[in-house]
């Protein structure tokens, strides 16, 4: 079986580019989490969805940060414009939160590590 | 206040040997979730174990097994017969909330190194 899908694994851009990281998570689950990994902060939920609909962005850094999520398949993360201080390992994870059940674990996608210089 | 602590940034244990991972929470929800999570080298997060607030017996998922005081506020994972593959940073978690909630808090993770 397929697991959460991360594209791109690696993204070096410049500082004031956009950058639009992707997430396809696993088929079935309807809970999509976004995280961010840095040394100095560790693992921080960014936002998360359920059933496609945003349901906290408290975590979200400030407006440059955006998340999208128009279909179970797929999610987007946009940062525009970036900064150097954006640079981290962003993680997205996909639950299988279904009535009758509450482990609610997540399965989480390889990473991107982004670099903005 | 940390809801999560991991008070140990970093562990060595024997090859074959059994090891404990400590993490303390902090919550007044009566109903809530405690999960362990392996990040080896290459970066990935991988689900390791589940421990529910309500649940009566630890969990255990082959060598690793959660021992859950709930009185403590503790949830210490422990890893019997130590393999070199699980060399790796480990990470606590709690979600809150019991059906209504998905939200996981991470502590700030033990680097276990397992020596040959």
């Known amino acids: 079986d397929a697991g959460v899908i991360q594209s791109p694994r690696h993204e070096v851009t410049e500082m004031g580019q956009e950058v639009t990281l992707r997430c396809k998570p696993i088929?079935?689950?309807?809970?999509l989490f976004w995280y961010r990994q840095t040394m100095m902060r560790g693992l921080e939920l960014l936002i998360y969805?359920?059933?496609?609909?945003?349901?906290?962005d408290s975590g979200m850094p400030e407006d440059r940060f955006s998340a999208k999520m128009p279909n179970a398949s797929f999610s987007t993360l946009k940062i525009q414009p970036s900064e150097p201080r954006d640079s981290a390992v962003y993680f997205c994870?996909?639950?299988?939160?279904?009535?009758?059940?509450?482990?609610?674990?997540?399965?989480f996608g390889p990473g991107t590590r982004l670099t903005v210089t | 206040a940390q809801k999560i602590t991991q008070t140990q940034p970093g562990m060595f244990v024997q090859e074959k040997e059994a090891v404990t991972l400590d993490c303390t929470y902090d919550?007044?929800?009566?109903?809530?979730?405690l999960f362990w999570y392996k990040q080896p080298s290459s970066g990935e997060m991988i689900f390791l174990i589940y421990?529910?607030?309500?649940?009566?017996q630890n969990a255990t998922e082959g060598r690793y097994s959660l021992n859950f005081q709930k009185a403590r506020k503790s949830a210490n994972l422990v890893i019997s017969a130590s393999q070199l593959g699980d060399s790796a940073m480990y990470f606590c978690?709690?979600?809150?909330?019991?059906?209504?909630?998905?939200?996981?808090?991470f502590g700030e993770g033990t680097q276990l190194t397992v020596n040959p």
């Open positions: 994870a996909s639950s299988p939160r279904t009535s009758g059940t509450y482990i609610h674990e997540q399965y």
């Open positions: 088929s079935g689950h309807n809970s």
């Open positions: 969805f359920n059933n496609n609909v945003p349901i906290d």
């Open positions: 919550t007044s929800d009566p109903s809530y979730g």
């Open positions: 421990q529910g607030s309500y649940d009566q």
């Open positions: 978690a709690m979600r809150e909330g019991g059906t209504s909630g998905s939200r996981l808090t």
